[in-house]
Protein backbone atom coordinates (compact mmCIF):
# COMPACT_ATOMS: atom_id res chain seq x y z
CA UNK A 1 0.00 0.00 0.00
CA UNK A 2 1.39 3.52 -1.65
CA UNK A 3 2.07 5.99 1.84
CA UNK A 4 0.05 9.03 1.16
CA UNK A 5 1.58 12.04 0.55
CA UNK A 6 1.44 14.91 3.26
CA UNK A 7 -1.47 17.48 2.11
CA UNK A 8 -0.05 20.50 0.17
CA UNK A 9 -1.54 22.81 2.89
CA UNK A 10 0.65 21.13 5.29
CA UNK A 11 3.74 21.16 3.61
CA UNK A 12 3.53 24.79 2.78
CA UNK A 13 2.59 25.58 6.58
CA UNK A 14 6.13 23.30 7.25
CA UNK A 15 7.97 25.49 4.85
CA UNK A 16 6.72 28.44 5.95
CA UNK A 17 8.15 27.56 9.81
CA UNK A 18 11.33 26.72 8.48
CA UNK A 19 11.58 29.89 6.58
CA UNK A 20 10.74 31.91 9.35
CA UNK A 21 12.72 30.19 12.13
CA UNK A 22 15.99 29.93 9.98
CA UNK A 23 14.69 34.19 8.93
CA UNK A 24 14.77 35.20 12.78
CA UNK A 25 17.48 33.09 14.10
CA UNK A 26 15.55 31.10 16.60
CA UNK A 27 17.66 27.92 15.87
CA UNK A 28 20.93 29.58 17.26
CA UNK A 29 21.75 28.41 21.11
CA UNK A 30 21.44 31.48 22.24
CA UNK A 31 18.60 33.96 21.11
CA UNK A 32 19.89 37.69 19.72
CA UNK A 33 23.58 36.90 20.75
CA UNK A 34 22.99 36.65 24.43
CA UNK A 35 23.48 34.43 27.12
CA UNK A 36 19.42 32.86 26.96
CA UNK A 37 17.57 30.51 25.27
CA UNK A 38 14.80 31.36 23.32
CA UNK A 39 12.50 29.43 25.85
CA UNK A 40 14.28 31.74 28.63
CA UNK A 41 13.91 35.34 26.38
CA UNK A 42 9.93 34.08 26.23
CA UNK A 43 9.48 34.41 29.67
CA UNK A 44 11.69 37.61 30.21
CA UNK A 45 9.09 38.59 28.14
CA UNK A 46 5.95 37.58 29.53
CA UNK A 47 7.04 38.84 33.23
CA UNK A 48 8.30 42.48 31.87
CA UNK A 49 5.14 42.83 30.29
CA UNK A 50 2.18 41.07 32.67
CA UNK A 51 1.25 42.42 36.23
CA UNK A 52 3.31 39.49 38.29
CA UNK A 53 1.47 36.23 36.82
CA UNK A 54 1.61 33.16 38.58
CA UNK A 55 3.89 30.35 37.64
CA UNK A 56 0.90 28.33 36.95
CA UNK A 57 -0.89 31.10 33.97
CA UNK A 58 3.12 31.29 32.80
CA UNK A 59 2.41 27.42 32.58
CA UNK A 60 -0.37 27.62 30.52
CA UNK A 61 -0.17 30.68 28.38
CA UNK A 62 3.27 29.46 27.02
CA UNK A 63 2.60 25.64 26.50
CA UNK A 64 5.71 24.82 28.95
CA UNK A 65 6.15 21.74 30.92
CA UNK A 66 5.54 22.55 34.35
CA UNK A 67 9.08 20.94 35.89
CA UNK A 68 10.91 22.65 33.00
CA UNK A 69 9.18 26.14 34.07
CA UNK A 70 9.91 25.49 37.45
CA UNK A 71 13.58 24.66 37.09
CA UNK A 72 13.90 27.52 34.54
CA UNK A 73 12.11 30.10 37.12
CA UNK A 74 14.79 28.20 40.29
CA UNK A 75 17.65 29.48 37.33
CA UNK A 76 16.10 32.87 37.42
CA UNK A 77 15.63 33.57 41.25
CA UNK A 78 18.99 31.75 42.22
CA UNK A 79 20.67 34.80 39.78
CA UNK A 80 18.51 37.33 41.22
CA UNK A 81 16.28 37.84 37.73
CA UNK A 82 13.16 37.92 39.69
CA UNK A 83 11.33 37.55 42.73
CA UNK A 84 8.30 35.14 44.05
CA UNK A 85 5.59 36.85 46.56
CA UNK A 86 2.66 34.29 47.96
CA UNK A 87 -1.09 34.72 46.46
CA UNK A 88 -3.34 36.36 49.01
CA UNK A 89 -6.23 34.39 47.03
CA UNK A 90 -4.47 30.95 47.17
CA UNK A 91 -1.43 30.16 49.52
CA UNK A 92 -0.23 27.86 47.34
CA UNK A 93 0.59 29.81 43.97
CA UNK A 94 2.98 32.33 44.23
CA UNK A 95 2.95 35.81 41.86
CA UNK A 96 6.65 36.25 39.57
CA UNK A 97 7.90 39.34 38.98
CA UNK A 98 11.32 40.45 37.53
CA UNK A 99 13.75 42.24 40.10
CA UNK A 100 15.37 45.65 39.02
CA UNK A 101 18.28 43.64 38.06
CA UNK A 102 16.10 41.34 35.70
CA UNK A 103 14.37 44.35 34.33
CA UNK A 104 17.86 45.13 33.51
CA UNK A 105 19.32 42.01 31.85
CA UNK A 106 15.60 41.80 29.97
CA UNK A 107 16.24 45.85 28.85
CA UNK A 108 19.05 45.20 26.28
CA UNK A 109 17.32 42.07 24.89
CA UNK A 110 13.87 44.08 24.03
CA UNK A 111 15.96 46.32 22.55
CA UNK A 112 18.07 43.98 20.57
CA UNK A 113 14.97 42.40 19.38
CA UNK A 114 13.78 45.77 18.25
CA UNK A 115 17.14 46.65 16.03
CA UNK A 116 16.77 43.17 14.78
CA UNK A 117 12.92 43.46 13.11
CA UNK A 118 13.60 46.94 12.49
CA UNK A 119 16.48 46.13 10.22
CA UNK A 120 14.12 43.44 8.53
CA UNK A 121 11.54 45.83 7.55
CA UNK A 122 13.75 48.48 6.37
CA UNK A 123 15.18 45.99 3.48
CA UNK A 124 11.14 46.28 2.43
CA UNK A 125 9.66 49.97 1.04
CA UNK A 126 6.74 51.07 2.59
CA UNK A 127 3.81 49.45 0.78
CA UNK A 128 5.20 46.15 1.23
CA UNK A 129 6.13 46.63 5.14
CA UNK A 130 2.54 47.71 5.60
CA UNK A 131 1.07 44.19 3.30
CA UNK A 132 3.71 42.19 5.65
CA UNK A 133 2.29 43.49 8.99
CA UNK A 134 -1.62 43.16 8.15
CA UNK A 135 -0.34 39.23 6.57
CA UNK A 136 0.83 38.74 10.09
CA UNK A 137 -2.27 40.04 11.48
CA UNK A 138 -4.40 37.93 9.61
CA UNK A 139 -2.44 34.95 10.80
CA UNK A 140 -2.59 36.02 14.51
CA UNK A 141 -6.44 36.65 13.93
CA UNK A 142 -6.90 33.11 12.03
CA UNK A 143 -4.74 31.37 14.59
CA UNK A 144 -5.03 32.91 18.15
CA UNK A 145 -7.43 32.43 21.20
CA UNK A 146 -10.38 33.94 20.59
CA UNK A 147 -12.33 33.58 23.65
CA UNK A 148 -12.74 36.26 26.42
CA UNK A 149 -9.46 36.60 28.43
CA UNK A 150 -7.07 36.63 25.22
CA UNK A 151 -5.47 39.52 26.42
CA UNK A 152 -4.12 40.87 29.84
CA UNK A 153 -4.06 44.04 31.66
CA UNK A 154 -1.32 46.20 32.83
CA UNK A 155 -0.40 49.80 34.24
CA UNK A 156 1.05 51.94 32.53
CA UNK A 157 4.88 52.63 31.27
CA UNK A 158 6.89 54.72 28.70
CA UNK A 159 5.85 55.23 25.52
CA UNK A 160 2.08 54.43 26.42
CA UNK A 161 1.02 57.74 26.42
CA UNK A 162 2.35 58.32 22.69
CA UNK A 163 0.24 55.10 21.72
CA UNK A 164 -2.89 56.63 23.78
CA UNK A 165 -2.60 60.10 21.98
CA UNK A 166 -1.86 58.87 18.60
CA UNK A 167 -4.73 55.91 18.41
CA UNK A 168 -7.55 58.01 19.49
CA UNK A 169 -6.59 60.72 17.54
CA UNK A 170 -6.90 58.36 14.27
CA UNK A 171 -9.71 56.22 15.30
CA UNK A 172 -11.99 59.41 15.95
CA UNK A 173 -10.87 60.33 12.61
CA UNK A 174 -11.47 57.80 10.82
CA UNK A 175 -14.34 56.61 12.51
CA UNK A 176 -16.32 59.84 13.38
CA UNK A 177 -14.26 62.51 11.27
CA UNK A 178 -12.70 64.36 14.05
CA UNK A 179 -9.82 66.93 13.48
CA UNK A 180 -6.64 67.15 15.16
CA UNK A 181 -8.28 69.31 17.98
CA UNK A 182 -9.61 65.77 19.75
CA UNK A 183 -5.60 64.55 19.41
CA UNK A 184 -4.71 67.31 21.31
CA UNK A 185 -7.25 67.00 23.60
CA UNK A 186 -6.17 63.66 24.73
CA UNK A 187 -2.23 64.85 24.49
CA UNK A 188 -3.39 67.69 27.28
CA UNK A 189 -5.23 64.44 29.47
CA UNK A 190 -2.01 62.25 29.27
CA UNK A 191 0.09 64.88 29.98
CA UNK A 192 -1.67 65.76 32.85
CA UNK A 193 -1.80 62.27 34.37
CA UNK A 194 1.56 61.73 34.12
CA UNK A 195 2.46 65.22 35.35
CA UNK A 196 0.07 64.63 38.05
CA UNK A 197 -0.04 60.90 38.88
CA UNK A 198 -1.30 60.10 42.55
CA UNK A 199 -0.36 56.15 42.14
CA UNK A 200 -2.64 55.64 45.48
CA UNK A 201 -5.93 57.29 43.47
CA UNK A 202 -5.12 57.29 39.95
CA UNK A 203 -4.73 54.25 37.55
CA UNK A 204 -3.80 53.83 33.78
CA UNK A 205 -4.87 50.48 32.30
CA UNK A 206 -3.62 48.79 29.14
CA UNK A 207 -4.63 45.90 27.54
CA UNK A 208 -1.96 44.10 25.06
CA UNK A 209 -2.05 40.59 23.92
CA UNK A 210 1.74 39.25 23.26
CA UNK A 211 2.81 42.78 23.41
CA UNK A 212 0.43 44.27 21.44
CA UNK A 213 -1.82 47.19 22.49
CA UNK A 214 -5.19 46.59 22.32
CA UNK A 215 -6.75 49.04 24.05
CA UNK A 216 -6.84 51.32 27.39
CA UNK A 217 -8.98 53.42 29.85
CA UNK A 218 -7.87 56.45 32.88
CA UNK A 219 -9.53 57.08 35.88
CA UNK A 220 -8.29 60.10 37.55
CA UNK A 221 -9.14 62.22 40.78
CA UNK A 222 -11.73 64.34 40.09
CA UNK A 223 -11.44 65.55 44.05
CA UNK A 224 -11.70 63.79 47.64
CA UNK A 225 -14.99 62.59 46.52
CA UNK A 226 -14.94 62.05 42.76
CA UNK A 227 -13.13 60.37 40.18
CA UNK A 228 -13.04 60.76 36.92
CA UNK A 229 -13.42 57.58 34.13
CA UNK A 230 -11.57 59.35 30.78
CA UNK A 231 -10.25 57.68 27.46
CA UNK A 232 -11.94 54.60 26.95
CA UNK A 233 -10.32 53.22 23.99
CA UNK A 234 -10.68 49.33 22.26
CA UNK A 235 -9.23 48.86 18.90
CA UNK A 236 -11.36 47.44 16.22
CA UNK A 237 -9.42 44.11 15.79
CA UNK A 238 -10.30 43.60 19.56
CA UNK A 239 -14.01 44.28 19.78
CA UNK A 240 -15.91 41.50 20.73
CA UNK A 241 -13.63 40.63 23.29
CA UNK A 242 -15.65 42.23 26.78
CA UNK A 243 -12.80 44.31 26.60
CA UNK A 244 -14.32 47.28 27.02
CA UNK A 245 -16.80 46.37 29.95
CA UNK A 246 -13.69 44.99 31.69
CA UNK A 247 -11.85 48.39 31.19
CA UNK A 248 -14.65 50.05 33.03
CA UNK A 249 -15.39 47.78 35.32
CA UNK A 250 -11.56 47.86 36.66
CA UNK A 251 -12.10 51.72 37.19
CA UNK A 252 -14.91 50.95 39.54
CA UNK A 253 -13.34 48.33 41.59
CA UNK A 254 -10.29 50.66 41.79
CA UNK A 255 -12.78 53.09 42.71
CA UNK A 256 -14.15 51.85 45.21
CA UNK A 257 -11.09 50.69 46.88
CA UNK A 258 -9.41 54.34 46.43
CA UNK A 259 -12.68 55.70 48.80
CA UNK A 260 -14.23 57.65 45.79
CA UNK A 261 -17.98 57.81 46.36
CA UNK A 262 -18.78 58.93 43.05
CA UNK A 263 -17.41 58.29 39.24
CA UNK A 264 -18.12 61.17 36.43
CA UNK A 265 -17.34 60.92 32.64
CA UNK A 266 -17.93 63.30 29.60
CA UNK A 267 -18.38 61.40 26.19
CA UNK A 268 -20.43 62.20 23.07
CA UNK A 269 -24.06 60.92 22.24
CA UNK A 270 -22.16 59.43 18.61
CA UNK A 271 -20.48 56.80 20.70
CA UNK A 272 -23.12 53.95 20.99
CA UNK A 273 -20.67 51.43 22.15
CA UNK A 274 -19.03 53.14 24.99
CA UNK A 275 -22.42 54.41 26.40
CA UNK A 276 -23.94 51.10 26.13
CA UNK A 277 -21.16 49.85 28.48
CA UNK A 278 -21.79 52.89 30.62
CA UNK A 279 -25.23 52.32 31.19
CA UNK A 280 -24.32 48.51 31.72
CA UNK A 281 -22.01 49.41 34.62
CA UNK A 282 -24.94 51.62 36.24
CA UNK A 283 -23.82 55.16 35.10
CA UNK A 284 -27.00 57.45 34.81
CA UNK A 285 -27.08 60.95 32.17
CA UNK A 286 -26.92 63.54 34.52
CA UNK A 287 -26.48 66.48 31.72
CA UNK A 288 -26.09 67.12 27.69
CA UNK A 289 -25.35 69.80 26.07
CA UNK A 290 -25.59 70.82 22.26
CA UNK A 291 -21.61 71.70 21.27
CA UNK A 292 -19.23 72.42 18.32
CA UNK A 293 -16.13 70.75 18.83
CA UNK A 294 -13.25 68.68 16.72
CA UNK A 295 -14.95 70.01 13.30
CA UNK A 296 -18.43 68.43 14.08
CA UNK A 297 -21.88 69.59 15.55
CA UNK A 298 -21.71 67.40 19.03
CA UNK A 299 -24.37 66.33 22.07
CA UNK A 300 -22.02 66.11 24.76
CA UNK A 301 -22.84 63.63 27.84
CA UNK A 302 -22.69 63.75 31.66
CA UNK A 303 -22.79 60.76 33.37
CA UNK A 304 -22.33 59.78 37.01
CA UNK A 305 -22.05 56.18 38.92
CA UNK A 306 -22.86 56.62 42.68
CA UNK A 307 -20.63 54.21 45.03
Not at 127 to 144: F, I, K, M, N, Y
Request: charged content about 30%; aromatic content about 8%; some cysteine.
Amino acid sequence: MQATQPDARVKAVRHFNRFYTRHIGVLHEHLLKSEYSLTEVRVLYELAHREAPTASELMKDLGLDRGYLSRLLASFEKRGLIERETSEQDGRQSHVRLTRKGRAAFAPLDAASDREVHGMLQQLPDVEQAALVDALHRVESLLGDKAPGAYSLRHHRPGDMGWVVQRHGELYWQEYAWDERFEALVADIAARFVQNYDAKRERCWIAERDGERLGCVFLVKGSDDEARLRLLLVEPRARGLGLGKRLVEECVAFARTAGYKKISLWTNSVLDAARHIYGQQGFKVVREEKHHSFGQDLIGETWELEL
